[in-house]
């Protein structure tokens, strides 16, 4: 008799073909759900209210010139491309955050691990003892959750034994952000519950992303 986890294997063995190489791009159009690709790299999946880490000191102003240009600017501008978010909606606010912390960030970063897991991580942010993958998408965060799940699995197998224990990414489609954390030791992805809206929830994006690097 076959085991429920062995039809589960064979199941999630057909969602990535052995002669094609895989960009982390492409998971965004694979419509599998997140658990059957994240199993099928070898992790597992969890989905549940996270106790992110918070900065509870942040300079308030800084972030309210961010919501006044942004309102200010919104009628002259079209969003209807991921580089226009990246400029309008998401670089000002990881600015803010590198201007008030000691972290670096690098933009499109290049990661090359094997066939089923390289290509261009478009935020990475990297603090002294943490890691943040930050993917910008133009419209669907269900999806989005897919390319960040295996950009997130690189880094770990990339990082390697450095004493990391978690790697925390970020998915936003500009509007909306969503978090989670990959546990290194246990090889468990877990998406937060809650996400964030953009500009009503900035407090808690930046205190967010701040606490993180902290």
Do not use: C
């Not at 429920?4 to 791009?25: A, R």
């Amino acid at each position: 008799m076959i085991s429920p986890s062995e039809i589960m294997q064979s199941k999630t063995m057909k969602i990535l073909k052995p002669e094609k190489k895989y960009t982390f791009g492409d998971y965004f159009n694979i419509r599998n759900p997140a658990e059957e690709i994240i199993a099928e790299l070898g992790y597992h999946y969890s989905t549940k209210p996270l106790a992110l880490p918070r900065d509870e000191n942040i300079e308030k102003d800084s972030l309210d010139g961010i919501v006044t240009l942004y309102y200010a600017l919104l009628p002259k501008i079209s969003l209807n491309s991921e580089a226009a978010k990246r400029e309008f909606m998401i670089a000002p606010l990881l600015q803010a955050v590198l201007k008030t912390s000691d972290a670096r960030l690098n933009m499109e970063y290049p990661v090359e691990i094997d066939d089923r897991l390289s290509g261009m991580i478009d935020y990475l942010f990297r603090s002294t003892q943490e890691l943040i993958v930050i993917e910008a998408k133009k419209g669907d965060l269900e999806k989005g959750f897919n390319q960040l799940a295996a950009e997130m699995i690189a880094m770990d197998i990339y990082e390697g034994d450095n004493g990391m224990s978690a790697i925390y990414g970020a998915i936003t489609i500009g509007q909306v952000w969503g978090f989670a954390i990959l546990e290194r030791e246990r090889k468990i992805i877990t998406k937060d519950a809650h996400t964030f809206r953009f500009p009503e929830d900035i407090e808690d994006i930046f205190s967010i992303i701040r606490g993180i690097l902290k």
